[in-house]
Each structure stands twice: as structure tokens, then as C-alpha cells.
């Protein structure tokens, strides 16, 4: 006999079983405070999509800390991409300007994070060139634009 008991005991199961399963969220790092970077923080980085932001990071310090802050009380701030922040995180997503893709990008991937640029991909083709050959280089990582 199929009962309500029975049916929530079969629900628990099925959800513990699903927990087990699941991957840890990927750990982010946001770099650029701005508009953009804003935006998608808040839509594209969450539970959703099985991400969390750690850290955000923009040169103007209460940019920073005002995303931080909107994204969650145990989100970080900082106002440089340090050695530390890319140790603690799996994902670096670049909404910064173009002109500094360049060396966040390699940063990012000589540290073995995922690095998820904005468009354009770099401030002129033979930094676009560096970033994708740092890419195809870094054995499990790369670079989605």
C-alpha cells in the first residue's frame, strides 16, 4: 500500500541521494565592479548555476565592496587579483576593461582557474593571441568568452 508516509520516505531518499551526487559549486572571483560586471554577478552566478562568488575585485575600492555587499555578507573585497584570492577560487569572471584582460586572463590561468572573459576578449589581437595560446596551454582550464 502506497501511502503518504511512504511517499515522503521515497521524496527524502531521492534528495539525499541527489545531495551525494552534486558537485561543490565552483568558487568565483569577480574582477570589475562596474555595470556590467554588476549585472551579471547578481543574474548569472548563484545556486542556479552551481557558483558562488567568493571575492570581488576592482580597483575602486567601494565598488568593490558595494557588490560584495550586495551579493552576499560572506562575499569578500578587494582591490587586486592576488595570488591569495586566485588560490581560493575555481573561476575568475572578467568584466574589468579590455586593456587589462590581457594579464588577468594569464594570471588567472597560470594560477588554474577557469576564466570567464566579457567581450572584447583583449585590447588588441596579439594580446586576443596570448590569452587563447595561455588557454590552449593550461591542461584542464580554459578561457569562454
Known amino acids: 500500500m502506497f501511502t503518504p508516509r511512504i511517499a515522503r520516505a521515497r521524496r527524502e531518499m531521492k534528495r ?68 591569495e584570492i586566485l588560490a581560493a577560487c575555481d573561476m575568475v569572471y572578467v568584466a574589468a576593461p579590455p586593456h587589462s584582460h590581457k594579464l588577468l586572463a594569464l594570471r588567472a590561468l597560470a594560477a588554474d582557474c577557469h576564466v570567464l572573459l566579457e567581450k572584447p576578449i583583449a585590447a588588441s589581437s596579439t594580446d586576443a593571441d596570448e590569452i587563447v595560446a595561455a588557454a590552449q596551454a593550461a591542461e584542464r582550464r580554459g578561457v569562454h568568452l
Open 16 to 83: 539525499a541521494r541527489c545531495a551525494a551526487t552534486e558537485p561543490p559549486p565552483l568558487r568565483v572571483a569577480v574582477v570589475g565592479a562596474g555595470s556590467i560586471g554588476c549585472e551579471k554577478a547578481v543574474e548569472h552566478f548563484g545556486h542556479a548555476t552551481n557558483t558562488v562568488v567568493t571575492v570581488v575585485v576592482d580597483a575602486h575600492a567601494p565598488a568593490a565592496e558595494q557588490l560584495a555587499r550586495t551579493l552576499g555578507s560572506t562575499v569578500r573585497h578587494a582591490t587586486q587579483l592576488t595570488p
